[in-house]
């Protein structure tokens, strides 16, 4: 039988206090929450965006 040296044991020992921390520490999810409103979502990103895209096409078409 093999012989553990006190450096594998002390490992073996840190993985499997690690394991079971994980596995029996988990916390329950949140429950979900409230559905979003109905209709197409813009928010102030996609605005800022679009118009950025507009600005920038309008500049192009201004240097050429």
Same mark, same amino acid.
């Given at each position: 039988m093999a012989k553990l040296n006190l450096k594998s044991l002390l490992c073996f020992v #840190? @993985? +499997? =206090? +690690?394991? =079971? *921390? /994980? *596995?029996? +520490? /988990? #916390? @329950? %999810? %949140?429950p979900p929450g409230p559905p979003p409103p109905p209709g197409f979502p813009i928010d102030a990103g996609l605005v800022g965006v679009l118009a950025a895209g507009v600005l920038y096409g309008i500049r192009k078409k201004l240097k050429n």
């Open positions: #840190i @993985v +499997a =206090v +690690a394991f =079971v *921390t /994980q *596995t029996h +520490a /988990q #916390i @329950v %999810p %949140p």
